[in-house]
């Protein structure tokens, strides 16, 4: 949380869903184990020990058949920007050793797996449930270890990990600009592996204060919303439909408020960052 | 010096008390954390130099183009190919994940030969030079006794140029048993050549039709036309009305636009019903039907007979007796029509990629939507592409006994008096097997690509067929079911490390052919089975040996794709986007040269078969409807390979705890049936139908349809590895084939079956 | 000329019988102490925990257990700081059980962390904003004091007094007590109130979440007060039994009455302070976050209203009352049921600000998450209550514990 320099300028990355286009098919989930080296087990179908940087969660509108309806929703790390929008998001400023920490000039929250000792106080403030934590060793068996990406670590047993934004390849990107004297990185230089994947394009990635990136006007949206914006944790991460019953699943409302009109203010407000 | 106990006390205590002073408690905190940070049994992944290089993914007909990053020999991460034309860069779970399989412990690792009983899983290595002698001798000594014709060979393609060279050889070698494995758009290509006079596959132009009518079609729940129809999904603009029409409130239909929940079975009623409306109100496109179209109206025969019209037809397809079938509204299906009839660009699909087959009738049914709105060979319309020609034939002659054993009939009977049109029917080939009395009347079985043992519907009819076969070779990649049941594996390599042709997937819209090639080198004592097939050819000798002029499958694709081979060696792919524009005149090559309307077709495919009664809309299941009151129907899921080749682990990590929990697969059942029977969220129950029985846990969906239980296929493996085996129920073990009596095709949409808690 | 171990005075039972209660209680340790290995060496997944349960068991014990313990520094605070020497008669024992809460609390924390061999980086690279830093300092330092008080008592058995060097060393640390005390006291106020800010600044958790003064969550205020209001019950509870135990009289009845009324009241403003931060928090907080107070006492198949009631009423306002009427804590039996009340309260407060903070739901189509502790974890929950048992025994018998114990039991 410490201020960066100033030269560079200060971006947002941030992510905006598409709900109406997302098909629940998983790509973004298998991408992103390929792409961060995230392990597998025989038995994942305890949810709540299953390591995911990304999942996607199945709602439905309650309503009996043939009215039933179903709506995905793909959940990465938030990558809140935290009360008053200082960085210090809810995981951030718990970790007892730093962990975790909010990068000024991304907004990207990291995690430091050599340094996380496992005390899962991060897990316990996130309201999300973006941080998972290594229960096991990770094993490849046969020879599946060849497939694992030189730009991502394998995580030890006993630490936490979560999605990065896949940061690596921010870096990678920022490494190549910088060689070619550029100081911007364009929009389809720097893309989440989940975004990339996305077959439907439900999921777009970029600069949420470059009006050039897709995800600026997008994020802005009418039908823009956040999940539980009113904990203000300002996450990073928007979603869009064009079902009030899916916006309405987003945050709780207390009986007789009206739903919409709340996040419309708080669209409104976060428009102005 | 006398050192007692006060003394010693003193001087551990000192020495603990010193210790703390020196560095060297701190060093090894130190030194201990550091460790802890470097395990040496979690892996740090070598970097090295990295690419990214072109290729296809072969895990099924989808065709998706795939372009692999490697770093050093190390084949990291596959995405999708942002240029290709049938995939755009999307791609299914199951594609991205394939370096799983492919460095997994599922791999067959070479060649080897049953150590024990069958299906003990006790193998022995062996030489390639021992395996392909092996094959040789058997063949040879068949030949000998003049038994050609009871070799067989399944495979789950007859389209690349791996089975071209399979058939050829069985057709040098003097059997007519090349058998592919069923797909449900089996009965749709039956329909294209019976309307249309082609061989091929159906292309719909999903990136420009404005409105797409699925009959059920799992548009974006299993993979094989998912690349495709996700990419053009993910590029329409929301003015693209998709209408799914299924009892299940499956992933399309949640896309949809409009879910149409019509019953199970029905789908033939309703495309006539359609039909109806459409024809009634006029709707219908006048200039096609009398420019293309035969049979539309009553027609007379060359003997002078009078055969009724798809007019007369439909006549009797009302919406209120449609309704009646369907469980749907009167108002449902009459606005389903027009807005069908009216829309600018429809294209009405079915048979791509559905989780259950379909006959003949439902599929003929449906086309002849297209015909109605005649949106053939252009823009956002439906486009008919031919098998592919890019593989040059050298002509081959072929000996007395081969051209004895040809002579044949199959054993599946396809091809006979009866089922004449239909070129394969591996559902008849277990009853074939198991009723013939006496030997068996396959003596030996290649099994090149697919799974049977898996994917045939009634495993257990299938596995006591397999048991009267004296041979078996499996050259599957993986330790499939198949493997496990064989007497000798010769394994195929992977996609990633091998040359394999992919020709234009089904539902394409223009021909495209794509290359797989080796990203990084074999990993395994692999061969390509083409290169198998042409060694035992060579060792055979004599006409076989000529007919096989090819040093491997390598020198045969660069000889028959010749020019076509350069670009696939450049770019991956090769689109021929010329197959768009033909003209209306020259697309339908049936005796009228037209599209042929539901009747004519129909009588030519029941040509022989003494059935000349129209209306087999409604496939009967097997069964006792009072012991078996509910309908179990299979669903796919992009998360589930319901395929020869089971899920990728990771694949298995995305499932919801309520698709699998531990060991057990989940049905979904609407809560009011589930409350008839007792049953409630999470419940152990049993269900039963004719072919077998399997136990399950309960998930009450509410976008089900009451009086089903809808069964993820995909499951219920035996094969592959720890990791994916013995998770659920093979839901196609549990439904029995229903016969199609116009082609003979297995065209069971369910299974009658019953559940209880257990 | 042998010393005997054992102080002058006083009556102990025979070396077998002890020897077989030892016996008895060191089977439950070596069972705790076998599930703690198994942890150690296998891993967190040998727990009930999971990804929605990042604290669970053991956190709660942590927090009851320091809660508990606060009998010491409050205890420490009203004798050396108030200068209540009514106070000297329990003083002893309350820096034991202290000490033996807070040992326990550290064993379990090391046992809590995924990567035990890199616990230090809590020190080494800490984060200042974070409460649990804050813990792990105020924890390990009043640890060390406690260590530091509990020293000269186990100096002065009668074989280490014998030592001069070790009789000086104890003399002196007595002089200077009143200063560890202080800084016990000081250090105290500050983690016991920051394992109540653990739960309060979680302000991505509605439940949890607490406004408050400054940095600190009001939950910082109340865990420091309820600590301060029922440590000392928990300490009036474990001389109880001690008492029932051995059959003898080892406090003044007027460090009882002492300790009990000002029990009493702490526990009364506490609770009046607890209903304010509740009704606070069900009126304001937790609305502002779309949520109503039975949202958190709903729809799951354990926190129902009751859990409530019985931490506010039957286990807050109950045993408050008791204690301050003179007739309350002068008859023993209500005495004993307010002091276990006030201690089932705490331990309900601490279970809730953990345990249901992990299980209420977030997100509208989320469900309760349900946790079940392996009998691993209970097991290494249970370890410091048998290595408690031991120290206790171990104490009783060879150190002079009760200054009043000869006094009370003339005699033996």
């Known amino acids: ?273 | 010096m006398k050192i007692d106990r006060r003394c010693f006390l003193s001087l551990v205590i000192g020495g603990a008390v010193g210790t703390t002073l020196t560095p060297v408690p701190w060093k090894l905190t130190d030194d201990i954390a550091i460790w802890s940070q470097n395990w040496p049994w979690t892996p740090v992944p070598e970097d090295g130099p990295s690419k990214f290089v072109k290729s296809v993914c072969n895990q099924c007909p989808g065709g998706c183009g795939i372009t692999v990053r490697t770093i050093g020999d190390r084949a990291i991460k596959i995405e999708g190919q942002p240029d290709h034309p049938v995939n755009k860069g999307s791609l299914c779970p199951r594609a991205i994940s394939a370096t799983q399989h492919f460095y997994g412990p599922s791999r067959i690792q070479g060649p080897m030969k049953r150590a024990g009983e069958r299906g003990q899983g006790k193998w022995e290595k062996i030489s390639w030079d021992e395996a392909i002698k092996t094959v040789t001798e058997k063949l040879a000594e068949l030949r000998t006794r003049g038994k050609p014709h009871t070799v067989a060979c399944i495979s789950d393609t007859d389209r690349n140029g791996s089975s071209y060279l399979l058939d050829r050889f069985l057709k040098a070698y003097g059997s007519p048993n090349f058998i592919r494995t069923p797909s449900s758009a089996d009965a749709q290509e039956l329909a294209l050549y019976l309307s249309c006079g082609r061989q091929g596959t159906i292309g719909y132009d999903f990136r420009k039709a404005d409105f797409i009518l699925s009959f059920g079609c799992a548009l974006m729940d299993g993979c094989d036309a998912a690349g495709q129809v996700m990419s053009a999904f993910g590029e329409q603009d929301k003015k693209t009305r998709l209408v799914q029409i299924e009892a299940r409130l499956s992933d399309t239909a949640a896309k949809a636009a409009q879910w149409v929940p019509a019953k199970p079975g029905s789908e033939t009623v309703l495309a006539l019903g359609l039909g109806h409306v459409i024809v009634r109100d006029g709707l219908y496109n006048k200039a096609f039907i009398e420019d293309h179209g035969f049979a539309f109206e009553d027609w007379q025969d060359d003997a002078g007979n009078t055969h009724p019209g798809y007019r007369s037809l439909v006549q009797a397809h009302s919406p209120d007796k449609v309704a009646k079938a369907t469980g749907l509204s009167e108002k449902v299906i009459e606005s389903l029509a027009r807005s069908f009839a009216r829309a600018r660009r429809p294209v009405a699909v079915s048979g791509l990629g559905s989780a259950a087959p379909v006959s003949l009738d439902q599929s003929l049914a449906v086309f002849a939507l297209n015909a109605l709105a005649g949106n053939f060979q252009k823009p956002g319309g439906v486009f008919l592409i031919d098998e592919p020609d890019y593989l040059s034939w050298t002509e081959m002659k072929i000996d007395k006994t081969a051209s004895a054993g040809n002579q044949q009939p199959r054993v599946d009977g396809a091809g006979s008096e009866r089922f004449a049109h239909t070129r394969y029917l591996p559902n008849q080939l277990p009853e074939a097997i198991n009723s013939a009395k006496g030997d068996s009347p396959v003596q030996a079985l290649l099994v090149a690509g697919g799974n049977p043992l898996y994917t045939l519907a009634d495993t257990q009819a299938v596995e006591k067929a397999f048991e009267k076969i004296p041979f078996i070779v499996s050259f599957s990649t993986f330790m499939d079911e198949t493997a496990e049941q064989a007497d000798l594996l010769l394994p195929h390599p992977h996609f990633l490390e091998s040359y394999q042709d992919v020709p234009t997937p089904r539902g394409m819209a223009h021909t495209v052919i794509s290359l797989a090639r080796p990203v990084v080198k074999p990993q395994y004592d692999t061969r390509p089975t083409a290169d198998v097939v042409i060694q035992i050819a060579k060792n055979l000798g004599g006409f076989i040996e000529n007919a096989f002029p090819w040093k491997n499958y390598e020198d045969f694709l660069q000889k028959s794709l010749s020019d076509q081979w350069k670009t696939l060696e450049k770019q991956g792919y090769w689109s021929d986007s010329k197959s768009r524009d033909t003209s209306l005149d020259e697309i339908f090559r049936t005796a009228s040269q037209r599209f042929e309307f539901f009747p004519m077709s129909k009588l030519a495919a029941m040509n022989g078969n003494g059935n000349k009664k129209a209306g087999v809309e409604k496939i009967e299941l097997p069964g006792d409807i009072a012991k078996m009151p509910l309908v179990l129907v299979p669903y796919i899921s992009m998360r589930i390979s319901d395929g020869a080749v089971a899920n990728t682990p990771f694949m298995t990590k995305t499932l919801d705890a309520n698709v699998v929990l531990e060991n057990d697969v989940f049905v979904e059942i609407n809560p009011k049936t589930a409350s008839e029977y007792g049953l409630s969220q999470g419940d152990k129950a049993t269900v039963k139908t004719q072919a077998g029985q399997a136990e399950v846990r309960v998930n009450l969906f509410e976008g089900i349809m009451p009086g089903l239980v809808a069964m993820p296929a995909g499951l219920g493996r035996t094969g592959f590895s720890d990791y994916i085996a013995g998770k659920g129920a093979n839901v196609y073990g549990l439904v029995a084939p229903a016969v199609d009596p116009a082609s003979g095709l297995n065209a069971a949409w369910g299974a009658k079956a019953a559940i209880a808690k257990a | 000329m042998t010393t005997p171990a054992i102080p002058e005075g006083v009556k102990r039972c025979p070396t077998r019988q002890f020897t077989l209660w030892l016996a008895v209680v060191g089977a439950v340790l070596l069972w705790g102490v076998y599930a703690m290995f198994l942890i150690w060496y296998k891993g967190l997944n040998q727990t009930g925990m999971n990804d929605a349960y990042g604290f669970a068991l053991w956190i709660w014990a942590d927090l009851a257990v320091i809660a508990l313990g606060g009998g010491a520094f409050f205890s420490g605070f009203l004798t050396y700081i108030i200068g209540k020497k009514e106070l000297k008669s329990i003083i002893n024992y309350a820096v034991i059980i202290g000490f033996i809460c807070y040992s326990s609390a550290l064993l379990i924390l090391a046992l809590d962390i995924g990567q035990p061999l890199r616990g230090w980086f809590i020190f080494w690279h800490a984060n200042v904003h974070s409460m649990l830093t804050e813990v792990a300092f105020c924890l390990s330092c009043y640890f060390a004091v406690l260590t530091i008080e509990f020293i000269p008592l186990v100096l002065e058995n009668p074989k280490l007094d014998r030592i001069p060097f070790l009789h000086h060393l104890s003399h002196n640390l007595h002089e200077v007590m009143a200063v560890f005390a202080a800084t016990g006291v000081f250090l105290s106020f500050f983690h016991q109130g920051s394992l109540g800010g653990v739960a309060g600044v979680l302000y991505g958790r509605p439940f949890a979440f607490r406004e408050g003064l400054l940095i600190w969550p009001w939950t910082f205020f109340l865990f420091t007060w309820s600590a301060a209001a029922v440590g000392p019950c928990f300490t009036m509870l474990v001389t109880w039994l001690t008492e029932k135990i051995t059959q003898k009289k080892l406090v003044r009845p007027e460090a009882f009455q002492l300790l009990a009324k000002i029990s009493g009241w702490m526990l009364l403003t506490y609770m009046i302070a607890k209903i304010a931060d509740t009704w606070y928090w069900a009126a304001v907080t937790a609305p502002s976050k779309g949520f109503s107070l039975m949202d958190f006492y709903s729809s799951n198949p354990v926190y129902g209203i009751w859990i409530l009631i019985a931490e506010l009423v039957i286990c807050g306002i109950v045993p408050a009352l008791i204690l301050i009427t003179r007739k309350g804590r002068e008859n023993k039996p209500l005495l004993v049921t307010a002091a276990i009340l006030a201690v089932l309260g705490v331990c309900i407060n601490r279970w809730v600000m953990v345990l249901q903070v992990m299980a209420a739901p977030l997100l509208p189509f989320q469900d309760w998450y349900m946790y079940m502790p392996t009998w691993q974890e209970v097991a290494t929950t249970i370890l410091p209550v048998a290595y408690g048992a031991i120290l206790i025994s171990l104490a009783h018998r060879y150190l002079p514990v009760f200054p009043h114990e000869k006094e009370l039991n003339p005699g033996q």
């Open chain 1, 1 to 273: 949380m410490t201020q960066q320099p100033q030269h560079t300028k200060t971006k947002r990355y941030g992510m905006v869903i598409d709900l109406d286009k997302c098909t629940g098919c998983g790509a973004c989930m298998v991408a992103c184990y390929a792409e961060n080296n995230v392990p597998f087990r025989q038995d994942e179908s305890d949810k709540m020990r299953s390591l995911n940087w990304i999942r996607v969660m199945k709602v439905d509108n309650g309503k009996p058949f043939p009215d039933t309806q179903v709506c995905y929703i793909p959940m990465p790390c938030m990558q809140c920007d935290g009360q008053h929008m200082q960085g210090h998001s809810p995981c951030v400023s718990v970790c007892p050793a730093v962990a975790t920490d909010y990068d000024q000039t991304t907004g990207i929250v990291s995690q430091i797996y050599t340094r996380c000792f496992g005390c899962r106080y991060c897990m316990a403030a996130c309201p999300y449930h973006a941080r998972k934590f290594n229960w096991w060793d990770p094993k490849w068996p046969a020879d599946m270890e060849k497939y694992l990406n030189p730009d991502v670590s394998a995580r030890m047993r006993g630490v936490v990990e979560k999605c990065s934004f896949c940061y690596h390849r921010y870096q990678k990107a920022r490494d190549k600009a910088y060689v070619e004297g550029r100081e911007e990185l364009h929009e389809d230089e720097y893309q989440t592996a989940c975004a990339q994947a996305c077959p439907t394009n439900a999921i777009t990635f970029g600069d949420l204060h470059n009006p050039e990136h897709s995800v600026y006007s997008r994020s802005r949206s009418k039908t823009a919303f956040r999940l539980l914006e009113r904990l203000n944790t300002n996450p990073k991460v928007y979603y869009l439909s064009s079902k009030s019953w899916v916006r309405r699943k987003a945050d709780n409302y207390l009986e007789g408020e009206n739903f919409e009109q709340i996040r419309e203010k708080a669209r409104k407000a976060a428009a102005t960052h």
